[in-house]
């Protein structure tokens, strides 16, 4: 059938939808008709498109297309259909087993030094650790993010400066059996561990951040010198080498099969992360926080070294040159207050004063002098910040690829990050998208959903009432691996913006 066929089909084919419609084994193809159809950041929309889902994957898409007989319609029609947005760093605390820190032969430290080191000193380094293997029962049923138009999430560990493999969580609601789409696709870590988790006492080694560069160059010393040692001794009857998790789960980094995603925020960090790299070529690096990786966007350029940003800035600095809509010379007060009286409240004001004795004058010190901020210093501040906030675009302009990630903060932190970053750090909409759809899966070697609407691609899908991560965009349908989610209830709950009310009027 057409979509063209029959005027009078299509107001049954298009019927109401319910909050959240679950996709069950043998459900009916999916068709979003009459969308404008984003195919992928940079492209042309398509006008008038529709996207037919089958099984949790994108069937086709275009204009015109045939109808199955069986096919659920939903109308599309006034909205602008993208990409489900993609978080590439949800690290969140999981529910891990404790493990000793010290995982060695203990030594006589009276003895003369040793040219071995048999105890292992494993305190923050945690690279065996799965998020696959102990997401909660409810780790997909996230409506907040949904809200924000995310179908998908990289759920990290966090709390170690190696913390273990993140996994790729499709938001359906789902069990995590059945929304877990991929497994152990990065090995997130953080050099900024020199605050340490919660089992971390500051008088232990390593306690600053040259002690934690020499802890992360020995352990990946330690299992390059193992997998040498297994290619030597392949084969050999009665070599059995060392069973260490630890060692085992870092072989595929070191490889460059699965990337090392290593949190960094300031220069002097992002420095030390491409040192590390220096000294293991094979390493695939990832930064992530990245707030001043812009410092050096030609070196990863170079090295085609990407960032996970988290487009944290903090509260904007006061700006002292900007002009103050206070203050406007012949502003008046309301009528009886203090430097806005009617001639009626000076007289009123007058007798009362006459009326009543004057209180004895008090004698007071010299007021304590404060000078405040200097100017130079309050500039400063915000070109500083002002500067990171522009950071992101300057990233984009070098070739660096940038997505953008939560790190386990709310979503609307994350939206309204990005809305800084547009609006004063002067992000182009088309990499603002990029950033939260394609982007992800171009970093990670491939260890992501695609992230545009293409035959093939997984059905993760986001329909926004205006332009795309706009101000006055709201998400009004979702689509998450054939799970139908329909905010139209929601939207009809929301308080109307202030130009919305002008309108109204």
């Not at 319609?73 to 529910?95: I, K, N, Q, S, Y």
Request: charged share 25%.
């Amino acid at each position: 059938m057409s979509v063209r066929c029959a005027s009078w089909i299509l107001p049954l084919l298009l019927a109401p939808l319910a909050a959240a419609q679950p996709a069950q084994a043998g459900d009916p193809p999916l068709a979003l008709v009459g969308a404008r159809v984003i195919v992928r950041p940079g492209q042309l929309p398509l006008e008038d498109a529709t996207v037919l889902v089958r099984g949790g994957r994108i069937e086709a898409v275009g204009a015109g297309l045939e109808l199955p007989f069986d096919a659920r319609g939903v109308d599309c029609r006034g909205l602008t259909l993208t990409a489900g947005l993609l978080d590439a760093a949800d690290e969140r605390d999981l529910p891990f087993a404790p493990r000793a820190t010290e995982q060695g032969r203990p030594y006589a430290a009276g003895r003369d030094v040793q040219a071995a080191m048999p105890l292992a000193e494993r305190l923050g380094l945690a690279p065996e650790r799965r998020a696959a293997l102990v997401l909660p029962q409810d780790a997909s049923a996230r409506d907040a993010q949904r809200k924000a138009g995310f179908a998908a999430a990289l759920v990290a560990p966090r709390g170690e400066a190696l913390s273990g493999f993140a996994s790729w969580l499709a938001l359906s609601g789902r069990p995590p059996r059945e929304a877990l789409m991929d497994a152990d696709v990065a090995q997130f870590g953080s050099l900024l561990w020199r605050s340490g988790p919660e089992n971390y006492a500051g008088d232990s080694y390593p306690a600053t951040l040259m002690g934690l560069m020499a802890d992360l160059r020995q352990i990946l010393l330690d299992a390059q010198w193992q997998g040498t040692l297994r290619t030597r001794h392949a084969g050999e009857a009665g070599w059995r080498g060392v069973d260490d998790p630890s060692l085992q789960a870092l072989a595929p980094l070191l490889a460059g099969e699965v990337p090392l995603v290593l949190r960094a925020r300031e220069e002097e960090d992002v420095r030390l992360a491409l040192g590390l790299a220096d000294q293991f070529p094979g390493l695939h690096l990832v930064l992530s926080g990245g707030t001043e990786a812009w410092h050096v966007a030609d070196e990863l350029a170079r090295r085609h070294v990407g960032v996970i940003h988290d487009l944290d800035f903090g509260k904007e600095p006061e700006d002292p040159d900007a002009k103050s809509g206070s203050g406007k010379p012949g502003a008046a007060g309301k009528p009886g207050e203090r430097g806005g009286e009617g001639a009626a409240g000076e007289s009123e004001q007058g007798e009362a004063a006459a009326a009543k004795p004057e209180p004895a004058a008090e004698v007071a010190g010299p007021a304590p002098f404060d000078p405040g901020e200097p100017l130079a210093l309050k500039r400063d501040r915000h070109r500083r910040w002002l500067e990171d906030v522009q950071g992101v675009a300057e990233l984009r302009r070098k070739g660096v690829a940038v997505a953008f990630g939560s790190f386990g903060r709310d979503p609307d932190k994350l939206s309204e990050g990005l809305r800084t970053a547009m609006e004063k750090g002067g992000l182009s909409a088309e990499d603002a998208l990029a950033g939260l759809t394609t982007a992800p899966a171009a970093l990670l070697g491939g260890h992501a959903p695609q992230g545009e609407i293409a035959a093939g691609a997984p059905a993760l899908l986001t329909a926004w009432t205006a332009e795309p991560l706009s101000k006055d965009a709201r998400v009004r349908l979702l689509v998450v691996d054939g799970v139908l989610f329909d905010r139209s209830v929601d939207l009809a709950g929301e308080k109307p913006a202030k130009d919305e009310k002008k309108d109204e009027k």
